[in-house]
């Protein structure tokens, strides 16, 4: 038998459930392609409506729900203004450059994940023959797990309304911050003119994302999505997943950032660690000796995998229970007394 691993690399590493996967063997399919997939109408409608958006694009992954959102907004020489650390600009390939000549103008995030609304507006370009054409402010919820306060959702996106931008939102882990805040995801969602959302994280779907907006954004999406080569066909046994997870994962999110917030505490007396107070289902661990990938390699032996870095990201979600987070918090403890010997012999 193999030895059951602990995985807290992201909440991507989750698996289909039993009750999930039953679903997806019940999924009634069509042709997506000719936009008669009955389980994909579903799940796009379903998001759009949970969103309070007028329509919703699955797509096979979370940067191609991105990517098809910039391409759909914006035109070559245009501009994006976004965080220096968001994944629409340093986690996609440079995407939007790539494939649609469009400029980010990334600016530093702040400690609570927002753009300040000053550097917003100072970033955005006056209407010159010089400049690209700044069109489009893009936000990330969570950012780093940190789910952004709701006051500042409305004011950025006034900000960018009066300026003449649109704003799309990176909402990969928006149900995070929902449950965070304890309101409907629509609330977060509603000012926005297009979300993308992760089914495949915390949620817990094998694959895919859903892109909403109103009608003409997402007409739009389709087109780049088929040009991206992103039209997939019987894609309801996905999509079914999908529905699947927004069912019956969101509430449970609250499990995660529970175990999350325990986790954090477990090791936040750990001599030689400090751990951000963690908002979601995210903890980040500051190690002093900056001896992550020894930290990695001797969790790796107690069945425990994480990225080694510093601050060490641990997730939490679906596959990791309460009892998992003891074990870490026990792990951790031997692993980092045996690790500060060292450092200190
Ligand atoms: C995971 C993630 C995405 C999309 O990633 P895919 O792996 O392409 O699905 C986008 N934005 C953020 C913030 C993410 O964490």
């Given at each position: 038998?193999?030895?059951?691993?602990?995985?807290?690399?992201?909440?991507?590493?989750?698996?289909?459930?039993?009750?999930?996967?039953?679903?997806?063997?019940?999924?009634?399919?069509?042709?997506?392609?000719?936009?008669?997939?009955?389980?994909?109408?579903?799940?796009?409608?379903?998001?759009?409506?949970?969103?309070?958006?007028?329509?919703?694009?699955?797509?096979?992954?979370?940067?191609?729900?991105?990517?098809?959102?910039?391409?759909?907004?914006?035109?070559?020489?245009d501009e994006y203004i976004v965080g220096q650390t968001g994944h629409t600009y340093k986690y996609e390939g440079g995407g939007a450059a790539v494939f649609?000549?469009?400029?980010?103008?990334?600016?530093?995030?702040?400690?609570?994940?927002?753009?300040?609304?000053?550097?917003?507006?100072?970033?955005?370009?006056?209407?010159?023959?010089?400049?690209?054409?700044?069109?489009?402010?893009?936000?990330?919820?969570?950012?780093?797990?940190?789910?952004?306060?709701?006051?500042?959702?409305?004011?950025?996106?006034?900000?960018?309304?009066?300026?003449?931008?649109?704003?799309?939102?990176?909402?990969?882990?928006?149900?995070?911050?929902?449950?965070?805040?304890?309101?409907?995801?629509?609330?977060?969602?509603?000012?926005?003119?297009?979300?993308?959302?992760?089914?495949?994280?915390?949620?817990?779907?094998?694959?895919?994302?859903?892109?909403?907006?109103?009608?003409?954004?997402?007409?739009?999406?389709?087109?780049?999505?088929?040009?991206?080569?992103?039209?997939?066909?019987?894609?309801?046994?996905?999509?079914?997943?999908?529905?699947?997870?927004?069912?019956?994962?969101?509430?449970?999110?609250?499990?995660?950032?529970?175990?999350?917030?325990?986790?954090?505490?477990?090791?936040?007396?750990?001599?030689?660690?400090?751990?951000?107070?963690?908002?979601?289902?995210?903890?980040?661990?500051?190690?002093?000796?900056?001896?992550?990938?020894?930290?990695?390699?001797?969790?790796?032996?107690?069945?425990?995998?994480?990225?080694?870095?510093?601050?060490?990201?641990?997730?939490?979600?679906?596959?990791?229970?309460?009892?998992?987070?003891?074990?870490?918090?026990?792990?951790?403890?031997?692993?980092?007394?045996?690790?500060?010997?060292?450092?200190?012999?």
């Amino acid at each position: 038998m193999t030895v059951r691993k602990i995985d807290l690399r992201s909440d991507t590493v989750t698996r289909p459930t039993d009750t999930m996967r039953q679903a997806m063997m019940d999924a009634e399919v069509g042709d997506d392609v000719y936009g008669d997939d009955p389980t994909v109408i579903q799940l796009e409608t379903r998001l759009a409506e949970m969103t309070g958006h007028q329509a919703g694009l699955f797509c096979p992954s979370g940067t191609q729900s991105n990517l098809l959102a910039l391409l759909s907004h914006c035109e070559r020489g245009d501009e994006y203004i976004v965080g220096q650390t968001g994944h629409t600009y340093k986690y996609e390939g440079g995407g939007a450059a790539v494939f649609g000549s469009i400029q980010p103008q990334p600016i530093d995030f702040d400690e609570n994940g927002c753009l300040p609304l000053d550097k917003i507006d100072a970033a955005i370009k006056p209407v010159d023959s010089h400049f690209a054409r700044t069109r489009l402010l893009c936000l990330e919820n969570t950012q780093w797990g940190r789910a952004l306060p709701m006051d500042y959702l409305g004011e950025a996106t006034a900000l960018a309304r009066r300026r003449g931008l649109a704003v799309h939102l990176d909402g990969a882990r928006v149900f995070n911050a929902a449950v965070k805040h304890e309101v409907p995801v629509r609330q977060i969602c509603e000012s926005f003119d297009s979300v993308s959302i992760c089914l495949s994280k915390g949620l817990g779907a094998p694959v895919g994302s859903v892109l909403v907006g109103n009608s003409e954004i997402i007409d739009r999406a389709r087109r780049w999505r088929k040009v991206a080569g992103g039209g997939m066909r019987q894609a309801g046994i996905l999509a079914a997943a999908g529905l699947h997870a927004i069912e019956h994962h969101v509430d449970r999110l609250a499990e995660d950032h529970d175990n999350a917030e325990r986790l954090a505490r477990g090791l936040q007396n750990i001599e030689g660690y400090s751990v951000d107070k963690p908002q979601t289902n995210m903890v980040y661990v500051h190690d002093a000796y900056g001896r992550a990938n020894e930290l990695k390699a001797r969790l790796e032996r107690e069945n425990i995998i994480v990225t080694s870095g510093n601050p060490m990201r641990l997730v939490t979600h679906l596959d990791v229970s309460r009892d998992d987070v003891d074990h870490v918090v026990g792990a951790f403890n031997k692993v980092s007394s045996i690790i500060a010997v060292e450092a200190v012999g």
